[in-house]
T-cell receptor, first 112, second 115 residues
Framework: ETGVTQSPTHLIKTRGQQVTLRCSSQSGHNTVSWYQQALGQGPQFIFQYYREEENGRGNFPPRFSGLQFPNYSSELNVNALELDDSALYLC???????????FGNGTRLTVT | AQSVTQLGSHVSVSEGALVLLRCNYSSSVPPYLFWYVQYPNQGLQLLLKYTSAATLVKGINGFEAEFKKSETSFHLTKPSAHMSDAAEYFCAVSDLEGGSEKLVFGKGTKLTVNP
């Protein structure tokens, strides 16, 4: 059973640029959630995708957007990067709602 | 909205000593509660989950947590700490607001185990 994989593991971008982070969900999982974990903080919910549709969003601006593909993999896109976007971005997959989340190891984004 | 508070951002214990990590929740309905562990440069691993089936929940690696509604607490314990338990621990509550299930995490407690 393949777990949740995220790419890239590390990324450095300049303020104002755009970034795409990728996530392959665990085999058999149809739900993907994205979380942002700033340094020294707990993860914060960005949004969730269920069967290719956005199924809930946290308190993040529209420049944070996402996609889920037919194979249930997912992308997180962030436009107009700001310094405060520097964080660990975690992807988690699950089988439907109300089932345990399986997290990937995250992508560490640094915005300079 | 649901929330959790973890008391103590850092906890230090000796190897073999009791581990107690504190978590209090705020929830308007019976909650689902979780403890996750995060090792350096890794994602989150589920330790245990409370879903109202039993107030004492046993998890992996010898950890357990007790749900106390009267105290709105869900503290994590382990009788005897091991060096490999050194990590950051997050308490979380499930929030179904808005139709999606999201986890609301505390700020975490970093556990140090001294030899």
């Amino acid at each position: 059973e393949t777990g949740v994989t995220q790419s890239p593991t590390h990324l450095i971008k300049t303020r104002g640029q755009q970034v795409t982070l990728r996530c392959s969900s665990q085999s058999g999982h149809n739900t993907v959630s994205w979380y942002q974990q700033a340094l020294g903080q707990g993860p914060q919910f960005i949004f969730q995708y269920y069967r290719e549709e956005e199924n809930g969003r946290g308190n993040f601006p529209p420049r944070f957007s996402g996609l889920q593909f037919p194979n249930y993999s997912s992308e997180l896109n962030v436009n107009a990067l700001e310094l405060d976007d520097s964080a660990l971005y975690l992807c988690a997959s699950s089988w439907g709602l109300n089932s345990p989340l399986h997290f990937g190891n995250g992508t560490r984004l640094t915005v300079t | 909205a649901q929330s959790v508070t973890q008391l103590g951002s850092h906890v230090s214990v000796s190897e073999g000593a009791l581990v107690l990590l504190r978590c209090n929740y705020s929830s308007s309905v019976p909650p689902y509660l979780f403890w996750y562990v995060q090792y350096p440069n890794q994602g989150l691993q589920l330790l245990l989950k409370y879903t109202s089936a039993a107030t004492l929940v046993k998890g992996i690696n010898g950890f357990e947590a007790e749900f106390k509604k009267s105290e709105t607490s869900f503290h994590l314990t382990k009788p005897s700490a091991h060096m490999s338990d050194a990590a950051e621990y997050f308490c979380a509550v499930s929030d179904l607001e808005g139709g999606s299930e999201k986890l609301v995490f505390g700020k975490g407690t970093k556990l140090t185990v001294n030899p």
